[in-house]
């Protein structure tokens, strides 16, 4: 058992509710106990919504009133990006709240029925477990212009692997059906060269486009008008 473990455990004591949420998309389940692992109430099942995250709060007080618990600790698995919302909404109550290993999770579903079958109510009661035996880490949610800064860091990472996918279909179109075209154009990116892929995709389309006349034979174009 590493330190850091060990400084987990030791911060759970006889007075600490711990809580273990299994978080989907729309429906939540929790589950709570004391650091001996026994367990508290019956579990919770609320909604992804202010209303349920209300019902848990209140959930939550409860129990610790009738079993004089004074802190509170909670657990969840992190599912993509829906545990957020309750993340930030429990940071606001003054609730800390610690993420498990999904990895961690699938491989103790055995340890109480001996079997690996999945469910949110047994997910919950496992990540609780895990809290207890000090096998989670704290995460990072910054607040503020920090918060809208990975965000920004975000968005613009997946703008610039769009952008790497379509220049790479590109360069695959041309690679299949105009070869030659780089041999012209070293940056087919620069205007004069968009300009001839919009009018000319394919090679067929560029010869065909050369045999036209720029005007008809004796007129000139003047102001957008044939003379």
């Known amino acids: 058992m590493n330190y850091k473990q060990k400084q987990r455990i030791e911060q759970l004591t006889e007075s600490t509710l711990i809580i273990g949420a299994d978080i989907a998309k729309s429906k939540h389940v929790a589950r709570a106990q004391d650091f001996r692992g026994i367990e508290l109430g019956k579990r919770l099942i609320f909604d992804n919504t202010r209303a349920g995250l209300t019902k848990l709060m209140h959930w939550i007080r409860t129990l610790m009133v009738e079993h004089c618990k004074d802190h509170v600790l909670v657990g969840i698995e992190p599912t993509g990006y829906y545990w957020l919302p309750m993340a930030e909404f429990l940071r606001r109550e003054g609730i800390p709240v610690v993420v498990v290993n999904p990895l961690h999770v699938k491989r103790s579903k055995e340890l109480d029925d001996n079997s690996p079958t999945k469910n949110d109510t047994k997910d919950a009661r496992v ?41 790479g279909r590109i360069h695959n179109w041309l690679d299949r059906y105009f070869p030659e075209y780089t041999g012209v154009f070293k940056d087919w990116e620069g205007k004069a060269s968009l300009m001839i892929l919009n009018t000319c995709p394919l ?17 000139l174009r003047l102001n957008g008008q044939w003379v």
């Open 127 to 167: 990540i609780a477990q895990l809290v207890k035996d000090g096998r989670y880490s704290e995460p990072n949610l910054p607040t503020g212009v920090y918060s809208e800064l990975r965000v920004g860091m975000a968005q613009r990472d997946r703008l610039n692997q769009d952008l790497n996918r379509v220049k």
């Open 203 to 219: 090679p067929g389309k560029s010869s065909k486009q050369a045999q036209k006349p720029l005007w008809p034979c004796g007129k």
